[in-house]
Structure formats: structure tokens, C-alpha cells
């Protein structure tokens, strides 16, 4: 999986042990999929996942990861990692965007991915094969990065992996689930609850001003393959200015928010959320126990971890100057788990984990 801020990894236990505990669910719905580990994890476990997210890299990692099957792409996805892997490099549109304006990638990883790239667009795979392909790709350049994680800036110096070479490896695709073949989507968060139907939906939604596509443009570049204008130090797409998520608006959030699950078409809800995001714990929890006319059941449960590597590191002008301290180095992470009941009124319960 690719460098994510906001990736679940540390959560999954919890999450899996949420949904293992709904009794005869099959169908999971991911709203905000992100880069499917989540999806990924119940797709293993089992479950039939229908998998969401309105940025074109995050709905590649979901059709690879979530709705392509090992018995349908893994024998063609084989044979092209031999065949790309053998490719010289060709410099073109993302050598010279994000190695040569920008330092995010060393030029002769750039180079070969211009040229994996190319000839990716240009067999006109299967959706599925060429999702998994761009996977591939998408990753391999994560593993050569020069970055602390994040695509809003890159390193002043190389990064010492920027210099190892770039190789594309087969993803981990999974067999199809007992339940039914996957899906996965590129839709608005609201689009996608009108459309989908499940036993539990997981809804792990932005929480702050940051957006992902900012974050992680370099990939959503490197998968429309639109070799769009760019500005900036980072070399961030226009349309990062443009295509603003209502979730990272902090007056639009919570109103955004209570839609989402209310399109929900699942009677469980499992939530993750921040303390870093835009609303407290409480308001969540009275959000969730309006659900059903009042008929919501909800357990809290409390982790605390690390911030991502760049808290850790500390903030830096576009010089490499030290220009402030981070406020604090860890953070909790909530998960609601909010079930409808025939009971008239809701219950709010509280689940610490160590």
C-alpha cells in the first residue's frame, strides 16, 4: 500500500472485530475508501465490499484492491509487470513535472515511469487488468519517493530510496469473495450512499482542511494520465484549487456529514474520526443517536497513536527552514459503532481500548 496519511493500518483489528461482530453480515459499504486497506482487509476476511471514492487514484486502488479478482487479472498481471519492468525509460510529461520542476521522483525513476506510463495507455486494457497495472505503477513510485508522505512538498535532499531503481511488483489481488464480486466507484460520498445497499457501512471521512487530492496529486496525475497545467513549488494540478471536497470545509462539515448517514442504506454504521477533525467526540455521538428517528445503539471506541511522520518531523518553509513547532505528537482516533435498534431511544456506551 502507498505512504497514506490518515491509512487505517493500526485501526484494522478494531475495525475487522466491529464488523466481525454484526451478526450474518456479507455486503460492507466504503464510502471514503481511500487506499483500500480497508476494503482490502475485508475483502480477505470474507466480505463482499463496495468501495468508494471520489479521487481517481483511490478508485483505481479500490478496483484493484476491492473489485478485481485473483482468477480473472493475476495470470495477465504477471505477464505485464515481466514486460514493463523491461522497458527503457523515456522522459516525458512526469519527468519533467515532478523530477525536474519538482524533486518528488529522481529523474531516472521518472523516466521509466513516462514510459511504463505510455505504454500502460496504450493497450487499452480491461478496466480491472489496467487498474491493477496502475497500481503497479502507483506503488512502485511510492517505494522510490522523496517525500515525508505527503505531495505537498518534497525533501530538500534525496531521499536515500529516491536512488534505489524503480520495479513494479504484482499487487496482492484477492480471489473473489463468497459473497459476490466487488465494486468500485468514483462518486461523490452522497451519489455513492444513494447507491449502494449493505449490511454495514464504514465511513472513514476527511476531518480537516487538508484535502487528499491535494495531498496526492502526484497519483491522481499519474492515473487520469491528463497531463494537466500545474502550479506552484509542488507542482500540484489546477483542479486541486477547483474540485474541493464539502468535507474539508469546516462550516459545511457537519451539515455534510449528518447526509451522508442519512443516504446511508445500511442498519450498521461504523465510523472513524479524528480529534484533530472539525467536530467533537460529543456532537459525533449526537449526530449518530438522531439516526433512525432516535433508534441508534452507539459504543465509542477510544485509541491513541503517533501523528503521521511529518508531526513528527516538524514545519519548514519552502526553503527547508524550521519555522514552528508541532503542538502535539499524538492523537486519538474514534470508532462509532452505531447499530439501529427497535428501542425508542438511543444509548451511548464507551469502549477504551489500551
Same mark, same amino acid.
Given at each position: 500500500?502507498? =505512504?497514506?496519511?490518515?491509512?487505517?493500518?493500526?485501526?484494522?483489528?478494531?475495525?475487522?472485530?466491529a464488523? +466481525?461482530?454484526?451478526?450474518d453480515?456479507?455486503?460492507?459499504?466504503?464510502l471514503f475508501?481511500g487506499?483500500s +486497506?480497508?476494503g482490502?482487509?475485508?475483502?480477505?476476511a470474507?466480505?463482499r465490499v463496495?468501495?468508494?471514492?471520489?479521487n481517481?487514484?483511490a478508485?483505481?486502488?479500490?478496483r484493484?484492491?476491492?473489485?478485481?479478482d485473483?482468477?480473472?487479472?493475476?495470470?495477465?498481471?504477471?505477464r505485464?509487470v515481466?514486460e514493463?519492468?523491461?522497458?527503457p525509460?523515456?522522459?516525458?510529461?512526469f519527468?519533467?513535472?515532478?523530477?525536474?520542476? &519538482?524533486?518528488?521522483?529522481?529523474?531516472?525513476?521518472?523516466?521509466?515511469?513516462?514510459?511504463?506510463?505510455?505504454?500502460?495507455?496504450?493497450k487499452?486494457?480491461?478496466?480491472?487488468?489496467?487498474?491493477?497495472?496502475?497500481v503497479?505503477l502507483?506503488?512502485?513510485?511510492?517505494?522510490?519517493?522523496?517525500?515525508?508522505?505527503?505531495?505537498?512538498?518534497?525533501?530538500k535532499?534525496w531521499a536515500?530510496?529516491?536512488?534505489?531503481?524503480?520495479?513494479?511488483?504484482?499487487?496482492?489481488?484477492?480471489?473473489?469473495?463468497?459473497?459476490?464480486?466487488?465494486?468500485?466507484?468514483c462518486?461523490?460520498?452522497?451519489?455513492?450512499?444513494?447507491?449502494?445497499?449493505a449490511?454495514i457501512a464504514?465511513i472513514?471521512?476527511?476531518?480537516?482542511q487538508h484535502?487528499?487530492l491535494g495531498?496526492?496529486?502526484?497519483?491522481? &496525475?499519474?492515473?487520469?494520465?491528463?497531463? %494537466?497545467?500545474?502550479?506552484?513549488?509542488?507542482c =500540484?494540478r489546477?483542479?486541486?484549487?477547483?474540485r474541493?471536497?464539502?468535507?474539508?470545509?469546516r %462550516?459545511?462539515?457537519?451539515?455534510?456529514?449528518?447526509?451522508?448517514?442519512?443516504?446511508?442504506?445500511?442498519?450498521?454504521?461504523i465510523?472513524?474520526? &479524528?480529534?484533530?477533525?472539525?467536530?467533537?467526540? =460529543?456532537?459525533?455521538?449526537?449526530?449518530?443517536?438522531?439516526l433512525?428517528?432516535?433508534?441508534?445503539?452507539?459504543?465509542?471506541?477510544?485509541n491513541?497513536? =503517533?501523528?503521521?511522520v511529518?508531526?513528527?518531523?516538524?514545519?519548514?518553509?519552502?526553503?527547508g527552514?524550521?519555522?514552528?513547532k508541532v503542538?502535539?505528537?499524538?492523537?486519538?482516533?474514534f470508532?462509532?459503532?452505531v447499530? +439501529?435498534e427497535?428501542?425508542?431511544?438511543s444509548?451511548?456506551?464507551?469502549?477504551p481500548?489500551?
Amino acid at each position: 500500500m502507498i =505512504k497514506y496519511i490518515g491509512s487505517k493500518r493500526t485501526l484494522l483489528p478494531v475495525i475487522l472485530d466491529a464488523v +466481525r461482530a454484526v451478526p450474518d453480515a456479507s455486503t460492507v459499504i466504503d464510502l471514503f475508501s481511500g487506499t483500500s +486497506r480497508v476494503g482490502h482487509a475485508l475483502k480477505a476476511a470474507g466480505y463482499r465490499v463496495l468501495a468508494n471514492d471520489h479521487n481517481a487514484y483511490a478508485a483505481a486502488l479500490a478496483r484493484c484492491y476491492v473489485e478485481a479478482d485473483a482468477e480473472d487479472v493475476l495470470a495477465d498481471a504477471t505477464r505485464l509487470v515481466h514486460e514493463l519492468n523491461a522497458l527503457p525509460g523515456r522522459a516525458g510529461y512526469f519527468t519533467d513535472t515532478f523530477c525536474v520542476k &519538482s524533486r518528488f521522483v529522481h529523474p531516472r525513476n521518472g523516466e521509466r515511469i513516462d514510459a511504463i506510463r505510455e505504454a500502460i495507455a496504450a493497450k487499452s486494457l480491461p478496466p480491472e487488468l489496467e487498474a491493477v497495472m496502475l497500481v503497479s505503477l502507483m506503488e512502485a513510485a511510492d517505494r522510490v519517493d522523496s517525500t515525508t508522505g505527503l505531495q505537498m512538498a518534497y525533501l530538500k535532499d534525496w531521499a536515500p530510496r529516491a536512488h534505489n531503481s524503480l520495479e513494479l511488483r504484482v499487487p496482492a489481488v484477492l480471489p473473489r469473495s463468497p459473497h459476490g464480486k466487488g465494486r468500485a466507484t468514483c462518486l461523490d460520498a452522497l451519489d455513492a450512499a444513494a447507491l449502494f445497499e449493505a449490511d454495514i457501512a464504514y465511513i472513514d471521512p476527511p476531518y480537516n482542511q487538508h484535502s487528499y487530492l491535494g495531498n496526492y496529486h502526484v497519483w491522481e &496525475s499519474l492515473v487520469r494520465w491528463d497531463k %494537466p497545467a500545474i502550479y506552484g513549488i509542488a507542482c =500540484k494540478r489546477v483542479d486541486v484549487r477547483e474540485r474541493q471536497s464539502i468535507f474539508n470545509s469546516r %462550516p459545511r462539515f457537519a451539515e455534510s456529514l449528518r447526509a451522508v448517514f442519512a443516504a446511508v442504506s445500511a442498519p450498521v454504521i461504523i465510523l472513524s474520526f &479524528s480529534n484533530e477533525g472539525f467536530i467533537a467526540r =460529543k456532537e459525533i455521538e449526537a449526530m449518530l443517536a438522531e439516526l433512525w428517528r432516535g433508534r441508534a445503539t452507539i459504543t465509542t471506541i477510544e485509541n491513541d497513536f =503517533k501523528r503521521y511522520v511529518g508531526a513528527q518531523i516538524g514545519i519548514y518553509n519552502p526553503r527547508g527552514e524550521k519555522v514552528g513547532k508541532v503542538s502535539h505528537l499524538r492523537n486519538k482516533e474514534f470508532v462509532y459503532v452505531v447499530r +439501529r435498534e427497535p428501542a425508542a431511544a438511543s444509548q451511548v456506551g464507551v469502549l477504551p481500548l489500551a
